[in-house]
Structure formats: C-alpha cells, structure tokens
C-alpha cells in the first residue's frame, strides 16, 4: 500500500475530566539542581531548563491511499518539523509504506549533504514510529505482533527520579538518581553524592535496586573518584557519565572501574556508535532512546547486534512510551524499562495520564497495550499541522 502523505503534526487534545489528586508536597524535579554538561558554567549550573532548547515535541501523521493513518513521535520541534516537511515528505510519499526497512535506509542516506544525526536521527524516528503504527493498524496487530510476538509476558519497570520515598509507596523495586553535583563542585560534591546515595540505599534497605544517571556531567578522573566513593553502596549501574562522543574515556573508566555495571547511549544516534562501544567492550548497559536514535527499526538492529556481544538494552524513557514497551516486549534483552516519575508524590501515576492506550506499572511492572500498532486512542481531529 502507497503512502499518499506524510506531515509533520500537532497533538491537540480536549481536555480531559480527570481526577485530580492533591500532591502532598512539590515533586523533586521542580528546584533539584542535576548535574549536567553545562555545570561547569555558574549562569546555567543548577538546571537544565536554562540552557536546552524550547522547542518542544512534535508528531508525524503517514497516510495511505486508502485512508488508514498511524501517529509517530519525537521531540525537538520546528528544526525536526521542517527536515520530514521539506526534506523527506516529498520524497517518501508514493513509497510502499510496508517497506520499513528501505523508507529508513532513504531516510538515512538522503540526509547525508547536511548529516544524518541528532536532529535528523529525530525526524527519521518520527516517521519510523508512524510507520510501525500505521502498519500495526492495516494488519489489525499490535506492534509487538509484528515484531514477531512478545518475549516478555511483563516488564519489569525501575523509576527514575529522586522522591524515593515515594517510588517505594508505589511499588518500585529498583530507582535511579538523578546525581546533584560533578567536578564543578569539588570534594564538597563528592561528599554530597555520597550522602544522597548513602541516604538512598538505607531509606530503600538491600532489596531494592539503585542506579545513578549522571546526564554526561563528568569527565574520567571524576567518575573513578565518585564510583569508588560509592562502592560500598552496590549501584547496580552508573548512567552516562561521560559525554558520549568520548568513546576512549568510556574505554579508561571501565579499565579503572570493574566493580559495578557501566550504562550509556540515550545521545548515541544510529546503531553505528553503539557497534563502536560493543565492540571496545566499555558498556554493560545500552540505552538508545527511540525518539532520537532512528526509531524502532534502528532499535532492532541495536538490540540484536548487543544480545550477540551478551548486553543488556534498557531504553531511556521506554517505560513511559507505547513504542518503548512494545519494543521491550519483543526483544530478548530487554526485559528491564526506565519508568521517569517527574510528578509530585501523592499523585497517582494513573493521573499523569492523558491519552486512553497509556500504561502504568504496578508493583514495578509494566505491559504495552494490546494494539492496534501503538494502541493510543487518539482522534484524527485532534491532530492539526505543525507550523499553523
């Protein structure tokens, strides 16, 4: 079946009649300082909000001849916007929308005059996921059908964020920091890491997994120092220390650090870095993000190349997306998903909802929904171009 158009879209919903539970205090993520890349500068140190780009999302609807539509999204908006409207659009539309594979390869190759990664890995994820969603709905399957069916009967999802009391109240049985402070805070931070860990692990006791993502603040030395600091704590990994075009530091610290599992790869965009990282043997934990990284197609091929090398894949963000889980549900690897819990405690998760097809974890699993494609129930007339 042809594709008769593809555009970049706008999601807009009517409100909702939702329950709404009164927080019982502000969640963490509204005046936590995370350490982040830009910390060493003063003006931009305490959050990223600071310096990251408003752009916001964007969503990509793919029609067919016959009518059927399916929804695919991504972030970063109008730079994203215009590269699927002015660039791919008009070159895919007339393809054979069943052809993934071939749609993804011109996607890929076309964009190399201006390069094919970050914000173009972003848009070509944005049509990928409608594609998958759009296929799902012809065939009346679920995503994870056309995988090739479920590996997994549930998920079993970890909650990142630092209201860890409150991620216990709901039943998670693992949790992920976010670190406040890097090597702009000195021996000051390095203590302070070491009491939120400290604090962290006898607040949760020994049955209960922690993590620390470090959102590409540090630089080697700083990551050996903090992960010896933190060895009597048993992190079951440390996340992204180290900007991620920095493959040979990520080579050092796995040669200093052997004691706790080495996680990264939400910034890598296509498979290409993450064969380069399998193949150095410095991660333990891959973490490609569908939304950035060439959707669920560039995913597979991650997936399969790292269950070859004995790795683990836990997508950033996948536990709060249909995509992330129905992909999950499908790979061998990937029996773990990142569940970010940004909303004040005392809220129910059921009420950071807003679109029918969403899933919850309980007692920290997670299972997609059952289709068709990525299953949201979202109206065509919801949906209106991006640059109105």
């Not at 400290?198 to 903090?226: H, N, P, Q, S």
């Amino acid at each position: 079946m042809k594709i008769k158009e593809i555009k970049a879209v706008k999601l807009n919903m009517p409100p909702r009649d939702i329950k709404r539970t009164p927080p019982r205090r502000p969640a963490w993520s509204e005046s936590a300082e995370v350490a982040n890349p830009m910390s060493k500068y003063p003006k931009y140190k305490r959050h990223r909000s600071s310096w990251g780009p408003k752009w916001g999302g964007v969503y990509v609807k793919i029609t067919t001849e016959d009518g059927t539509w399916g929804l695919g999204q991504t972030t970063f908006g109008r730079p994203v916007a215009a590269i699927i409207d002015d660039h791919f659009a008009p070159i895919l539309t007339g393809e054979n929308c069943f052809a993934v594979e071939k749609i993804w390869d011109m996607m890929f190759r076309m964009s190399k005059p201006y390069g094919s990664l970050g914000l173009t890995t972003c848009a070509m994820s944005g049509i990928d996921l409608a594609l998958w969603d759009l296929n799902g709905r012809i065939k009346n399957q679920p995503v994870y059908e056309l995988l090739g069916g479920p590996v997994h009967d549930k998920l079993f999802a970890y909650a990142t964020g630092n209201d860890t009391d409150w991620q216990l109240e709901l039943g998670f049985k693992a949790v992920k920091l976010a670190c406040p402070y890097g090597p702009a805070d000195g021996l000051w931070g390095l203590k302070e890491n070491e009491k939120l860990v400290a604090k962290t692990r006898e607040l949760v006791g020994d049955d209960v997994e922690i993590m620390l993502d470090c959102y590409m603040a540090f630089d080697v030395d700083y990551t050996i120092r903090l992960a010896r600091r933190l060895r009597p704590y048993r992190l079951k990994w440390i996340e992204e220390f180290l900007i991620p075009e920095d493959i040979d530091g990520h080579v050092q610290v796995r040669k200093a650090v052997d004691w706790v599992s080495l996680a990264s790869g939400e910034h890598l965009y296509t498979r290409f870095p993450f064969k380069q990282m399998i193949e150095k043997r410095c991660l333990d934990i891959l973490q490609p993000d569908i939304f950035w990284v060439g959707g669920i197609t560039e995913c597979v091929k991650i997936c399969h190349m790292a269950d070859a090398a004995g790795l683990t894949v836990i997508f950033h963000g996948g536990g709060g997306r249909q995509s992330g889980l129905h992909l999950s549900a499908a790979m061998p690897n990937t029996s773990w998903v990142e569940y970010f819990v940004g909303s004040a405690p005392g809220v129910p998760l059921e009420e950071t909802k807003s679109i029918e097809g969403e899933s919850v974890p309980k007692d920290s699993y997670i299972v997609p929904n059952d289709g068709p494609g990525l299953g949201l129930k979202i109206e065509e007339e919801w949906l209106v171009p991006f640059w109105e």
